[in-house]
């Protein structure tokens, strides 16, 4: 269930797969993001003084936002290749982080950011396969629950698409075994 403490996402569980594992559907929310360099260790870190700043008043209208979780993070696939072009670490198009905006708030109705680095974009309705579990980020821990949650859906004969999509909802100060982490997966829609 979402904290009623930081604003989330609303969202609904359609189904349980396992005791850290859940399919939700999300209803349609707007958010604040940036696109940073990596490594996925610290994309968070790069790009949250620049959203921030959005939400704290950096922004056409001087506007302030309260801080919602999650702060949300993917890979961005890279172009296609050319020929003669060198193969390059992971996530060579860099990481799109997120800042969910609060409910209600709108790309139409949010204050024009004063940073063009930002950009706001409503994500649609969507269901996604969760797994949620805690500990600081290491690519390793990430590895370890994206596996698991691909075979949890590999078993219900579930599809995804897109990149797995990193979800913090903690302050960094937050001790590691009080930490609350998610992976996201958006299930392929049925033919």
Avoid at 141 to 147: A, F, K, Q, R, W
Avoid at 152 to 174: C, D, H, I, K
């Amino acid at each position: 269930m979402p904290s009623h403490a930081t604003e989330e996402p609303e969202y609904q569980v359609v189904q349980p797969l396992a005791e850290d594992v859940e399919l939700r559907q999300y209803a349609p929310y707007t958010v604040a993001e940036v696109v940073v360099p990596g490594p996925a260790g610290e994309a968070g870190q790069q790009a949250f003084s620049i959203l921030a700043g959005y939400i704290f008043g950096k922004n056409k209208e001087g506007r302030k936002f309260e801080m919602t979780a999650p702060v949300t993070q993917a890979a961005v696939p890279a172009p296609l290749e050319t020929p003669g072009q060198t193969k390059q670490s992971a996530a060579p198009g860099g990481y799109r982080v997120q800042f969910i905006l609060p409910k209600g708030v709108t790309p139409a109705t949010a204050p024009e950011p004063a940073d063009a680095r930002v950009l706001l974009r409503e994500i649609a309705a969507e269901q996604v396969a969760v797994i949620r579990y805690s500990g600081f980020w290491s690519q390793s821990n990430y590895d370890e629950h994206l596996s698991r949650l691909q075979a949890q859906l590999r078993a219900a004969g579930l599809a995804w698409t897109g990149e797995p999509v990193y979800s913090r909802y903690n302050a960094p100060l937050t001790p590691w075994f009080m930490r609350r982490n998610e992976i996201w997966l958006t299930l392929a829609k049925a033919r």
